[in-house]
Antibody
Framework: QVQLQQWGAGLLKPSETLSLTCAVYNGSFSGYYWTWIRQLPGKGLEWLGEINHSASANYNPSLQSRLTVSIDTSRNQFSLNLYSVTAADTGVFYC???????????????????WGQGTLVTVSS | EIVLTQSPGTLSVSPGERATLSCRASQSLSSRSLVWYQQKPGQAPRLLIYGASSRAAGIPDRFSGSGSGTDFTLTISRLEPEDFAVYHCQQFGRSPYTFGQGTKLEI
């Protein structure tokens, strides 16, 4: 069973950098996009960015100027750095695996099938 | 970006009843790119349906998805107590991948 375990600082001051890491256990690291998603209080989920084992990354344009996603294939880990955080960044951050399923008739279908446990991040002075 | 609007925001139903949840996209989507998740308090979302209508592994057949274009539906045919949760739709049709704001299913 694939498991994603994440960790990182949960309390930050404004202007600091949020750093989170997600480790992948019991599964292949290649062939997927490794993703960060957050949930702001009272709001829906927001896709932040993703990276594959070749270190090809995609970002949400709304955060691209403050966000870096990196990967360490030797440790089966990937990380998020969100710079210059503000109180508006307070929320729960999740790592997840994006899988692409190929079907001969339907074509390709993507989904997030495994998720980390979530990290509550609070930004407060 | 593609905006997904879920309705209703909250749906009050009873165990054994049928629940119908809606997800409307601001632009037409391939049905292959629409996904549904279930989320319970304090937990990460759980994959339910992908490709608009394909159930994920281990998901009971009382969950079904349908739709095309801009209108998609998640139906739970006979609600069990463990089904009371928040349901999110999400699209992979165009980056940035977006989620709806969620529908809370409550007793």
């Amino acid at each position: 069973q694939v498991q994603l375990q994440q960790w990182g600082a949960g309390l930050l001051k404004p202007s600091e950098t949020l750093s989170l890491t997600c480790a992948v256990y019991n599964g292949s690291f290649s062939g997927y996009y490794w993703t960060w998603i957050r949930q702001l209080p009272g709001k829906g989920l927001e896709w932040l960015g993703e990276i594959n084992h070749s270190a090809s990354a995609n970002y949400n344009p709304s955060l691209q100027s403050r966000l870096t996603v990196s990967i360490d294939t030797s440790r089966n880990q990937f990380s998020l750095n969100l710079y210059s955080v503000t109180a508006a960044d307070t929320g729960v951050f999740y790592c997840a695996r994006r899988r692409r399923l190929y079907h001969p008739v339907s074509g390709s279908m993507d989904y997030f099938d495994y998720w980390g446990q979530g990290t509550l991040v609070t930004v407060s002075s | 970006e593609i905006v997904l609007t879920q309705s209703p925001g909250t749906l009050s139903v009873s165990p054994g009843e049928r629940a119908t949840l809606s997800c409307r996209a601001s632009q037409s989507l391939s049905s292959r790119s629409l996904v549904w998740y279930q989320q319970k308090p304090g937990q990460a979302p759980r994959l339910l349906i992908y490709g608009a209508s394909s159930r994920a592994a281990g998901i009971p057949d009382r969950f079904s998805g349908s739709g095309s274009g801009t209108d998609f539906t998640l139906t739970i045919s006979r609600l069990e107590p463990e089904d009371f949760a928040v349901y999110h739709c999400q699209q992979f049709g165009r980056s940035p991948y977006t989620f709806g704001q969620g529908t809370k299913l409550e007793i």
